[in-house]
């Protein structure tokens, strides 16, 4: 490693060791990444700021080439990191508007425990043997439902009774699963995750584009936060729903400042609504659980509060909440979209069905979705009682003692979960994703006239339309991208590309850029986001240099950032133990980030 | 207390279920105590018909106490403890037993 460094005379910056404010560089960090003398393409490099609440990293170019300007200064570190490789990790001070070099020799992995750590979790996945596709198939939809399955924190090797102990625990969350997955999944991770490592031969391919693009995190909060969703507000900030902790983070991403805003108390216990469940759900400890948000004209946020079965408004200007009562008899306000005439439209995820909201009389309809079936009848009709019922016996999930997922084996099935929910931009229709049951569906704004349709790929979650009036879906079941054409209702469907053959991914969410066209996609089993190209249907895969980065709703900022939250379940199972709001420029080299 | 009172709800939930499930033994104790009309007094037969009643519908709960009856359980290969099952019968049956004779009074007092 050769190390050398300009100081400017702004070096009084670098003391402080903090995040510059707006529009300021810190110092610029460039060299050339080889391993044996020959350049290591496509390595992350990147540096934490002094205080490790920034993260910023760049991709080596085919030369092995890197230039990182960070917008923080003072003694930060800086690590390189490339697949089969060891991290290579030095400090340095670093002046305001300094240029360092800092050129590295990589070395490669050889031992075979640390190498199989370095692995993303989809790789230590594939040491498990399934005894039934359809028990693979569940866990896949159940297991990953919001978090990895396969990282450091969850590989560690348990016995049967233990991994029984822990799937309960998640059933109290709400995951679904008959007694007999439950036998087979639990037996199949006894077996697999023995604690030997893995050998796995993943592939990375090297795209040009990485080298033109730079990523950017924000670490926030604590080991129990849980940033479902992130926005970008009108003035550039990026907003957080924190699941967590009933909180509506703010950051500028220009300054770093960063502020929490509490949602105000109401009259519920822990849990809200979901008092009788396992609790805290997750890492939820409050009783909002705020969940998705989206911006209005006026510039107020309405946030979708899952757990309290209310819908808020929150003004940043004057940093007002305000509630708004769904009615506890309609679950789990869960994503939340505005149309054309800033009609609030959200699914209600555990009531199978759909709120419209007019923020101008306030008041707030609710669309009964279709059943599709006696099972899922039964749960739209009795569920919400159930939970009732069981909140009169706090955090003992009674609700799984007399649900037909359990006793009549019908399992996630009968449990529609109306998931992501998008507005056309060509007729104002409202669509919505049935993630358990693999449908989409249409609602006429004026008459609520509804129509629904199957999907090819399972797991339909949070789907979003081109300008064009396409429908884009990520198939989170079947690690894939689904195209529906609203003119002549035809899927077409691209399959996501994977490491190895035998690994998956779990497409979560989506976004189109509206300028470019292009699909942006989340991957979440190997740390990786998607741009996917319609015209000429290729992906370009850019590997996120965090470990166990699981990334929720998919948003553009005005700076050409692609942002996202990253919040795995727990946070404390992310390579940090935090989580962070996380914005990935993708012509970073030639804008100005 | 509060797992006791939990259980109770559960059972009361799960009741439809559980004699739904139970139908048929419910059917075949109906008929034994009718067959054994001329053969048993009318407490033994009451307390045979209830026994086969409570075969069919005594719930053995698992690990989320969820209720099935037993031989459900047993049919499905789960596993069920035999102490637990044993004293589930034998509730069922007292359960029974009970309601049955309050029916009767409750016939007897309607004339």
């Not at chain 1, 009108?234 to 957080?240: R, S, T």
């Not at chain 1, 890492?283 to 911006?295: E, I, M, N, R």
């Amino acid at each position: 490693m050769k190390l050398g460094s300009r100081p400017s005379i702004l070096g009084l910056a670098a003391i402080l060791g903090t995040a510059l404010s707006s529009g300021a560089t810190g110092g610029t960090v460039s060299g050339r990444v080889t391993s044996d003398g020959k350049p290591v393409t496509g390595a992350m490099v990147s540096a934490f700021a002094a205080d490790n609440k920034q993260h910023d990293t760049v991709y080596s170019d085919a030369d092995g080439r890197y230039r990182l300007t960070v917008d923080f200064a003072g003694k930060i570190k800086v690590r390189t990191r490339a697949p089969y490789f060891k991290d290579a990790v030095n400090e340095l001070d670093l002046p305001v508007e300094a240029v360092s070099t800092l050129d590295y020799q990589l070395t490669k992995q050889t031992d075979a425990a640390a190498l199989s750590d370095s692995l993303t979790a989809s790789a230590h996945l594939t040491a498990l043997s399934w005894p039934l596709p359809e028990t693979r198939a569940a866990f896949i939809s159940q297991c990953n439902y919001c978090h990895q399955v396969g990282n450091e924190l969850t590989r560690v090797p348990r016995d049967q009774d233990a991994w029984k102990e822990t799937v309960r625990r998640m059933e109290g969350y709400l995951a679904i699963l008959t007694n007999r997955e439950v036998e087979d999944i639990t037996k199949t991770l006894a077996t697999g995750f023995d604690g030997k490592p893995v050998a796995v031969a993943e592939q990375h391919p090297w795209n040009s584009e990485l080298a033109k693009a730079k990523v950017k995190e924000w670490v926030v909060g604590d080991g129990m936060t849980f940033i479902h969703d992130a926005d970008v507000g009108e003035d550039g900030h990026l907003y957080g729903a924190d699941e967590g902790h009933d909180i509506i983070w703010d950051l500028d991403p220009h300054s770093g400042r960063l502020e929490e805003h509490r949602l105000p108390d109401i009259d519920l216990p822990e849990g809200g609504v979901f008092s009788g469940f396992q609790l805290p759900i997750g890492v939820f400890t409050g009783k909002h659980g705020p969940h998705s948000l989206a911006q209005a004209k006026d510039g107020r946020f309405y946030i979708t509060d899952a757990l309290s079965s209310t819908l808020a408004s929150y003004d940043p200007s004057t940093k007002a909440f305000k509630l708004y009562d769904v009615g506890r008899t309609h679950l789990y306000p869960h994503t939340v979209r505005i149309d054309g005439d800033g009609i609030v439209w959200f699914t209600l995820a555990a009531s199978n069905e759909v709120a419209r909201f007019d923020p101008k009389t306030e008041k707030m309809t609710i669309i009964s979705l279709p059943h599709g079936g006696f099972w899922r009848a039964v749960t739209d009709l009795a569920f919400p009682y159930v939970i009732k019922i069981a909140s009169f016996f706090p955090q003992r999930g009674m609700h799984l003692a007399v649900s037909h997922t359990k006793w009549a084996e019908q399992g996630r099935d009968a449990f529609n979960l109306p998931y992501g929910i998008d507005v056309n931009p060509i007729d104002g229709s409202i669509w919505y994703a049935k993630l358990n049951v693999n449908k989409i569906g249409r609602i006429d704004p004026k008459t609520y006239a509804i129509r629904e349709f199957d999907t090819p790929q399972k797991g339909p979650r949070r789907l979003r339309f081109d300008k064009q009036g396409n429908l884009w879906i990520p198939a989170f079941d079947d690690g894939a991208l689904m195209k529906f054409d609203t003119r002549t209702e035809t899927f077409e469907s691209f399959k996501l590309p994977l490491l190895a053959a035998n690994e998956y991914e779990v497409p979560y969410a989506l976004n189109i850029h509206p300028e470019t066209g292009e699909v942006w996609i989340t991957s979440n089993m190997t740390d990786r986001i998607f741009r996917f190209q319609p015209s000429t249907k290729t992906f370009v895969s850019y590997p996120l240099p965090t470990r166990v980065t699981w990334l929720r709703d998919l948003v553009f900022a005005k700076d050409g950032g692609v942002c996202s939250s990253s919040s795995n379940l727990p946070a404390y199972g992310i390579e940090g133990g935090l989580a962070s709001f996380i914005c990935l420029y993708p012509d970073s080299q030639t804008g100005t980030n | 207390m509060q797992t006791f009172n939990m259980y109770v709800v559960i059972t009361a939930l799960m009741s439809a279920v559980l004699i739904g499930l139970g139908a048929p033994f419910i059917a075949m104790a109906v008929l034994v105590y009718r067959a054994t009309a001329a053969r048993l007094t009318g407490t033994r037969r009451l307390a045979l018909a209830c026994a086969i009643a409570a075969l069919g519908v005594a719930p053995s709960y698992d690990a989320y106490a969820g209720p099935l009856p037993i031989y459900v359980r047993l049919l499905r290969g789960e596993p069920v403890t035999f102490a637990a099952a044993a004293l589930s019968l034998i509730a069922t049956w007292i359960a029974l037993l009970t309601l049955a004779h309050l029916v009767g009074r409750w016939r007897l007092a309607r004339g």
